[in-house]
T-cell receptor
């Protein structure tokens, strides 16, 4: 089915472990984004990508790594998870810079 | 400081009633303003997007207004339905930068029968 999918939907891990969140879109959108959503905060941009092999930092990039070797995939890696990274993570994509972004349904990540 | 503030934080209404959600922003420069609906456990879904020159935009029972002079926007929901229960997020985009979306914290709307 066309759309944007995130996996896993739920993840529990321990501090210090590496964890990768996956994002896949079928529209061939150029732009992809990673956000985190925490209580009391609006969505905050972690990283974004304007095209394959082009990525840039957002508002809260520390502790995260991204890559984009293919247009349709944009994985987010927490290299050494910390409790402060417990959050709901959303991936989004758009074909045009000023068009609405399409969001996945999120990954709820808990770090113990 | 670039900020988007929404009010009220939460709202309860009866099915069939109308309601209006508010968004004030202090974002500069301004490119466009977006309203998203976020159901519990789901990602946000776009409702409307308005540029500086647009002051009203509708999407079914949802009507957004924008006053760029006072930096205020509202989202009016007509004849509410139970499925309107969700969080509504106001997002302001700064000019020229695709990464510069400023998100409000949302208004949580509950519609009861």
């Amino acid at each position: 089915d066309a759309g944007i999918t995130q996996s896993p939907r739920y993840k529990i891990t321990e501090t210090g472990r590496q964890v990768t969140l996956m994002c896949h879109q079928t529209w061939s959108h150029s732009y992809m984004f990673w956000y985190r959503q925490d209580l009391g905060h609006g969505l905050r941009l972690i990283y974004y990508s304007a095209a394959a092999d082009i990525t840039d930092k957002g508002e809260v990039p520390d502790g995260y790594v991204v890559s984009r070797s293919k247009t349709e995939n944009f994985p987010l890696t927490l290299e050494s998870a910390t409790r402060s990274q417990t959050s709901v993570y959303f991936c989004a994509s758009t074909g045009q810079e000023y068009q609405p972004q399409h969001f996945g349904d999120g990954t709820r990540l808990s770090i113990l | 400081k670039n900020q988007v503030e929404q009010s009220p934080q939460s709202l309860i209404i009866l099915e069939g009633k109308n309601c209006t959600l508010q968004c004030n922003y202090t974002v500069s420069p301004f490119s466009n303003l977006r309203w998203y609906k976020q159901d519990t456990g789901r990602g946000p879904v776009s409702l409307t997007i308005m540029t500086f020159s647009e002051n009203t935009k509708s999407n079914g029972r949802y009507t957004a207004t924008l006053d760029a002079d006072t930096k205020q926007s509202s989202l009016h929901i007509t004849a509410s339905q139970l499925s309107d229960s969700a969080s509504y997020i106001c997002v302001v985009s700064r000019s020229y930068n695709t990464d510069k979306l400023i998100f409000g914290t949302g208004t949580r709307l509950q519609v009861f029968p």
